[in-house]
């Protein structure tokens, strides 16, 4: 099934800022603040285009089971979490 119209450069600016976290989040650290922040902006600068969000949760989504299949539990739960902070209509 083909991806729905969507901007790209949106997704990757955002997937590669919550990867980024995700890396902190491996170190230990706790990122639930800045997470929180970096999707409400991806929201804010999507302007609610549902396919650019739907595309964000996707792409999230692909990455925790990634994470997962690697056995990086905080890595998986920080691209889950953020999934389910993208407002999906």
């Known amino acids: 099934m083909p991806e729905p119209k969507h ?6 600016l955002y997937l590669e800022r919550i990867s980024a976290l995700s890396v902190s989040a491996f170190d230990g650290a ?22 650019t969000l739907s595309v964000l949760a996707s ?4 990455r925790a089971e990634a ?3 690697e056995g990086q539990p905080l890595v998986r739960d920080t ?3 953020a999934a389910r902070l993208i407002p999906l209509k």
């Not at 792409?59 to 692909?62: A, V």
């Open 67 to 69: 994470a997962d299949r």
């Open 59 to 62: 792409r999230l989504r692909e």
């Open 30 to 51: 706790d990122v639930s603040n800045e997470l929180d922040e970096v999707v409400r902006e991806a929201t804010s600068r999507s302007g609610g285009d549902s396919g």
């Open 7 to 12: 901007d790209e450069a949106l997704v990757n």
């Open 79 to 81: 691209f889950v979490q």
